[in-house]
């Protein structure tokens, strides 16, 4: 018979103050490296990694299920799906580590409201005006306050008291070399516009990757972040952007193709990063999940519990499986309709930064989610 409590807690999963001891504040100059990939729009986790060895999930999802059987079986409950090949060799290396049935605090099924509250870490929506992320800058030495977002403007996760940057790829042809010169001739007698202009610049030839390329997603945009992060001057946690993930109808290959660019994303940051990959975490999340079964076109609805990720070279004890699974039964669903929460996304995520990082795990919580209870 199916165990509810299937639970398995250990390295950079396990929570509470007892898989930390002695921890205190990050030490200086850690040179530690965090990646946030917000997967925007829901992605369905029972899809990513799907619980095969619940008898309910293909009952409940019938022929449309099949393709989960293909995939890369990582225990007796749960298999990844086929097209996470890079993920599925990271979990191999214990450089990967999964959680299911996790949600934010939040119960409804906006996305505006629900990718606010994964944001901010608040208890209600727009319930904060700085993230998260920006607040994991100001437990930080100075030297790894560094924080960066691909994306055309600071997004919510990354505001707070430590100014963070953006950079996303220029969609217009580049300029030629003559103008470039004459705009650095120009703005040199200007301190501040000069000093802009130097950093912008910098910036751009740390990406590297070319912006068509890099636009595309996946690769190349693992490729270019990587080169953000690199160097003294390299940003030290970085937050993404990734779109696609709204499956209302046609899932299969939509979903294929988002998990497919994500995969790749991960794969690339591993290769572009080279040794630094030893000192990197990289967390994927969603801001809800979505409808135990199928709907009319093909697709799903959005739901509530999905599933998270961690990848990295600091991965403690990695190629773990944390669930406790709540089933997928009709009379075991939230409101008859979603998988049930049983995890917290703010536990989740403050766990595992607290163990990335050195930090007391109760202070960590308590500074990135002060809202949690």
Do not use: C
């Amino acid at each position: 018979m199916l165990n509810r409590r299937y639970f398995v807690t250990s390295g950079v999963l396990g929570l509470g103050v007892a898989a930390f001891p002695g921890a205190g504040w990050a030490a200086p100059g850690t040179n530690q490296k965090f990646v946030f990939i917000i997967q925007r729009g829901a992605a369905d986790g029972l899809a990513t990694l799907a619980p095969t060895g619940d008898p309910d999930f293909l009952r409940a999802r019938g022929d449309l299920a099949a393709e989960a059987l293909t995939g890369t079986k990582l225990d007796d409950m749960f298999t990844l799906h086929p097209a996470m090949t890079e993920s599925t060799k990271l979990f191999g290396l214990k450089q990967a580590s999964f959680a299911h049935a996790l949600a934010s605090s939040y119960r409804e099924r906006s996305h505006f409201d629900a990718q606010n509250i994964l944001e901010s870490g608040a208890g209600r929506p727009y319930g904060r005006d700085d993230g998260w992320l920006g607040r994991l800058l100001t437990l930080l030495p100075r030297d790894d306050a560094k924080g960066l977002a691909v994306a055309p403007s600071v997004p919510l996760a990354l505001r707070g008291p430590i100014a963070a940057n953006s950079y996303a790829p220029s969609r217009i042809p580049d300029a030629n070399a003559d103008l470039m010169a004459r705009l650095t001739n120009l703005y040199a007698e200007d301190a501040q516009l000069s000093a802009l202009w130097s950093g912008a610049q910098a910036t751009e030839a740390m990406a590297g990757t070319s912006a068509d390329q890099a636009l595309k997603g996946g690769a190349a945009l693992g490729q270019m972040t990587a080169g953000l992060m690199q160097g003294p001057n390299g940003a030290r946690v970085v937050m993404l952007e990734t779109n696609g993930w709204d499956t209302h109808f046609q899932q299969k290959g939509r979903l294929n193709g988002a998990l497919k660019q994500v995969d790749a994303l991960i794969g690339s940051l591993r290769d572009s990063l080279g040794s630094e990959w030893q000192n990197t975490l990289v967390m994927v999340a969603t801001e809800f999940g979505r409808t135990v079964a199928f709907n009319g076109t093909g697709g799903t609805d959005h739901g509530t519990a999905s599933a998270a990720m961690l990848f990295g070279g600091a991965l403690a004890n990695g190629g773990n499986i944390v669930a406790d699974w709540p089933g997928l039964k009709a009379s075991q669903l939230y409101e008859g309709r979603d998988l049930k929460p049983t995890m917290r996304f703010e536990q989740f995520a403050s766990d595992a930064l607290a163990r990335h990082y050195g930090l007391d795990p109760a202070r960590t919580r308590a500074s990135l989610f002060p809202d949690f209870a």
